[in-house]
């Protein structure tokens, strides 16, 4: 139990003084880690990937995220996929629905 709260803090404290944005997930607002590529990834012909993504802590994140609607810096985006780290950090996966 120790060690689990030694990480959620260091979490925390990571995730404050990291955080570019303010999430709202569930009707609460988080710090995240936005990161937005500005070069397009190519795939293969025809195909193009920017994968924005923004890290949260694990916490925040409702039991089945993918396809709900969040809002990053007050811009909707809805996740398509969810990567917890296995240390109380999630990577999701977005794409703007402006």
């Known amino acids: 139990m120790l060690f689990a709260r030694l990480e959620a803090a260091a979490n925390a404290s990571v995730l404050n003084h990291l955080a570019n944005v303010q999430v709202s997930i569930d009707g609460a607002l988080v710090p995240g880690v936005f990161r937005n590529p500005a070069s397009v990834a190519q795939l293969g ?8 993504t923004v890290t949260v802590a694990s916490s925040a994140v409702m039991g089945e995220p993918v396809s709900k609607v969040i ?16 240390t109380g950090l999630t990577v999701l996966t977005v794409e703007c629905v402006q």
């Open 45 to 52: 012909v025809g195909v193009a990937d920017t994968s924005p």
């Open 71 to 86: 809002q990053i810096a007050g811009v909707p985006y809805v996740i398509g996929h969810a990567a917890p780290d296995g």
